[in-house]
């Protein structure tokens, strides 16, 4: 093996020239006092790399962080909301939602899966008009309703709801479902400050 002891390498033709080290073989570019091994071949987009603390780099993925999941839904106008029977919020407008999880066309729901399973902090409003009456929002996971918000309505529009800490597997989901006994028909009312959806993952 040959040693080359200089204080500096510059290209030696061209403006703007790469230099190249190549090691032989399946051999690597060792550098520094560290004895830095480097990847001989190029990572995957967004990799970067990353030391075993032995003086070997490889390239890695990066991993998301708690709440760099999140998803914020509403309502695009009024759902009308009978009475005396749950009904599913139908949120139809996705402001955020990071990982696409969101169905906002049929089933009206976020669906986990193992990718964004974790703890998750998730919350539930509804902006009821003139209910008049007891009303709730209920927030449901996989089909079982995990948190029940209610309220005695009074005459004029009333906002309620909750926030729910619960930790998701693949495979889980949750939506949103309202109640309300006025004996008719009620509004949900739409826009950010109205019936709202959001979650954010915190491990």
Not at 135 to 156: R, Y
Request: aromatic share 12%; net charge negative.
């Amino acid at each position: 093996m040959s040693t080359i002891k200089a204080d500096a390498i510059t290209a030696s033709t061209g403006t703007n020239t790469n230099i190249g080290i190549t090691g032989k073989g399946s051999g690597k570019v060792k550098l520094g006092d560290g004895n830095l091994l480097f990847p001989d071949a190029d990572g995957s987009a967004n990799q970067y790399i990353k030391t075993d603390g032995s003086g070997n780099l490889s390239f890695g993925a990066i991993t998301e962080t708690s709440g760099s999941q999140y998803f914020f839904i509403n309502l695009s106008g009024t759902q009308v909301i009978g009475t005396t029977s749950n009904t599913k919020v139908e949120f139809d407008t996705v402001v955020h939602d990071t990982e696409n999880d969101f169905d906002d066309s049929t089933n009206y729901r976020y669906d986990f899966d193992a990718g964004t399973a974790g703890l998750w902090m998730i919350g539930h409003y509804v902006y009821m008009q003139n209910a008049n009456a007891l009303a709730g929002s209920f927030l449901s996971k996989t089909g079982t309703i995990v948190d029940l918000q209610w309220i005695n309505a009074g005459a004029q529009s009333n906002k309620f709801g909750g926030v729910y800490l619960d930790t998701y597997t693949a495979d889980d989901f949750v939506h949103v479902e309202t109640y309300q006994q006025s004996g008719s028909n009620k509004n949900c009312l739409s826009g950010r400050n109205g019936t709202t959806f959001w979650g954010v993952r915190l491990a």
